[in-house]
């Protein structure tokens, strides 16, 4: 049998070897079983947990592994967790995980997002957008201080909430919006009669 040309490197020592990282790294935890997701999700329920499901076999889930390590180092207010769907099949199950890689986003256990495929941009967009506080429109205006006078008006945002009120009426269904004017004549007719 005649000898192949392959030469073995001169310096094949195991602190030489480049290995893939499979230990839990600070900012990312690696899942081994639905309780100890449920133990995390418990201990942060005001708090994004993003999942990343994915598997050994899987080309684009090593593609997308960096992404998610940088997301985890940038957004420390954020719980990074990866789950292999080989090794804890009852979380993938509970989340019905049918590609890898999926990224399930969860606030206080419940599913607020999900990014399938390794779409850099996708994820990077979904946990910008999740990651921030809870945001309401209920209670943006200046208001007022008690004994003094009234806030004065900021033009911005009365203009920002009538773009926002113009913007609904816009959206509606035509039948809707011809409905509403009918009820408005007829409200104004009986309201002159």
Same mark, same amino acid.
């Given at each position: ?37 449920? *133990? ?44 292999d ?16 890689p999926t ?14 495929? @390794?779409?850099? @941009? ?19 205006g ?8 009234? @806030? ?8 920002? *909430? ?20 009918? @009820? ?10």
């Open positions: 049998m005649p000898h192949s040309s392959f030469k073995p490197a001169t310096n094949t020592s195991a602190a030489s070897i480049d290995f893939p990282q499979t230990h839990s790294t600070m900012s990312i935890t690696h899942l081994a079983s639905l309780s100890e997701l449920d *133990t995390i999700l418990s201990k942060s329920k005001d708090k994004l947990s993003v999942i990343d499901f994915h598997a050994t076999w899987c080309g684009p889930c090593h593609a997308i592994a960096p992404t998610f390590e940088s997301l985890s180092k940038q957004y420390k207010n954020v719980n990074f967790l990866k789950c769907v080989d090794a804890a099949k009852d979380i993938a199950t509970r989340y019905a995980v049918s590609a890898m990224f399930i986003f969860l606030k206080g256990g419940v599913k607020v997002d999900q990014v399938r495929g @390794a779409n850099k @941009a996708a994820l990077e967009d979904a946990v910008r957008r999740h990651s921030g506080p809870a945001s309401s429109s209920a209670f943006t200046k208001g007022q201080t008690l004994g003094g006078g009234p @806030a004065p008006i900021d033009i911005a945002d009365v203009k920002s *909430t009538v773009s926002q009120a113009t913007g609904k009426v816009k959206n509606l269904d035509p039948q809707v919006k011809i409905l509403l004017a009918l @009820a408005a004549a007829y409200l104004l007719f009986w309201y002159l009669s």
